[in-house]
């Protein structure tokens, strides 16, 4: 009744979790004390979305409901937004971890989402894709979502700090 279509629900509801993550993220963030290490920072990113099934599961569904039936100004809302929520949680971020420069926490926040959108329909498979689980033949296509993720941040951090190198 409050929307226009599905699509526009969707955003409504992928706002709301990821407010409520970046929320977290700043909580947790303001009441450490010290810097972080590459570690720590990839515990409190992967532990976070981990924690949130909801928010993975959206932001796996993010990129087609996104080609589907929305103004394109709802889309740009969006991402405006939540280009300032990870811009204000990225500067605590670099100020937190020594190994992130001046603009290199954002673009970790949105490489963790597209990573988490992947990771979670391998990591709990719907359906169809769910029929090996337990078989010990595809144990290969069985991942932990959590240790994963830890994985790809702290890869991705050691990259950046290469790089500059």
Excluded at 43 to 50: H, P, Q
Excluded at 55 to 81: C, G, I, K, P, Y
Excluded at 103 to 126: N, T, Y
Aim: no cysteine; aromatic share 8%; charged share 30%.
């Amino acid at each position: 009744m409050y929307f226009r279509s599905k699509e526009e629900l969707f955003l409504h509801l992928l706002r709301e979790e990821l407010a409520e993550w970046y929320d977290a993220l700043e909580a947790e963030l303001e009441g450490t004390d010290g810097p972080l290490s590459e570690s720590e920072l990839a515990e409190l990113l992967a532990t976070g979305l981990a924690e949130r099934p909801q928010l993975t599961r959206f932001l796996s569904l993010e990129a087609v409901v996104l080609e589907q039936n929305l103004d394109a100004m709802d889309v740009f809302h969006l991402q405006r937004w939540r280009r300032d929520r990870m811009a204000a949680v990225g500067a605590i971020l670099e100020q937190k971890v020594d190994v992130l420069e001046e603009g290199e926490a954002i673009r970790l926040l949105h490489r963790v989402q597209l990573l988490a959108s992947a990771l979670q329909p391998a990591a709990d498979p719907k359906g169809a894709a769910s029929y090996e689980a337990g078989d010990p033949d595809f144990e290969v296509f069985s991942i932990d979502f959590e240790v994963e993720l830890k994985r790809f941040v702290i890869a991705m951090l050691e990259a950046g700090v290469k790089a500059r190198k």
